[in-house]
């Protein structure tokens, strides 16, 4: 049973203009939500989170928002640039879980 | 800044060889934790540690086993390495159950 989807594999954007990201989740315990971002051959990063009593945080050219009503949340990149393509993964967790449960990742293209 | 190495980045085995992947972090991380990341599933949790020589299943701990006797050292063990085994490792640790952070990456191959 999945808890955290990341439903769209790939994504391609035109440079320049807004990337967004979704991400559902079915666990309505989750407090707390990551963005991460990996390139090839690298670990994962981390980007941008955001806590359950908030619906928008934001950090320079990404902003999450959260939607806990339905169990969403998104990534909004803007403008995009060429170093913004990579895979791009939602995770969440519960107060007091020492683990993050993650989606399975989106890939972002970012094309000139 | 959070440091998380890992003792390789490539290694190539031969099936039946056990494995040893070793992964330090220098921020006094409570936990730490063992993730293989395969193309479309994401990255699945293999063990994790909250504490100097505690340890707890993830999600596919079957054919790992790992060891933790500092708090900065997390190893991850493949008592006999088989071709399923082919994957990325990632290694991280958190303070509490706040934000993870990674390692390199260990590109694991086993022929």
């Known amino acids: 049973d999945q808890q955290v989807k990341q439903n769209s594999p790939s994504l391609s954007v035109q440079e320049g203009r807004i990337s967004i990201l979704n991400c559902d989740y079915t666990n309505s315990m989750f407090d707390y939500f990551l963005w991460y971002k990996k390139y090839p051959a690298e670990g994962p990063t981390f980007l941008i989170s955001?806590?359950?009593i908030k619906d928008k945080n934001e950090d320079g050219r990404f902003t999450v928002f959260l939607n806990k009503s339905a169990k969403h949340l998104s990534l909004h990149i803007v403008p995009s640039q060429p170093g913004d393509s990579a895979v791009y993964f939602c995770?969440?967790?519960?107060?007091?879980?020492?683990?993050?449960?993650w989606g399975a990742g989106t890939k972002l293209i970012i094309k000139p | 800044d959070v440091k998380v190495t890992q003792s390789s980045r490539y290694l190539v085995k031969r099936t039946g060889e056990k494995v040893f992947l070793e992964c330090v972090q220098d921020m006094d991380h409570e936990n730490m934790f063992w993730y293989r990341q395969d193309p479309g599933l994401g990255l699945r949790l293999i063990y994790f540690s909250y504490d100097v020589k505690m340890k707890e299943k993830g999600d596919i701990p079957e054919g790992y086993s790992v060891s933790r006797e500092k708090k900065e050292r997390f190893s991850l063990i493949l008592e006999s390495a088989s071709t399923n085994q082919t994957s990325m490792y990632l290694c991280a640790s958190s303070l509490l159950g706040d934000t993870q952070y990674f390692g390199p990456g260990t590109r694991l191959t086993v022929l």
């Open positions: 995770a969440a967790s519960e107060d007091s879980n020492y683990q993050l449960i």
């Open positions: 955001i806590s359950s």
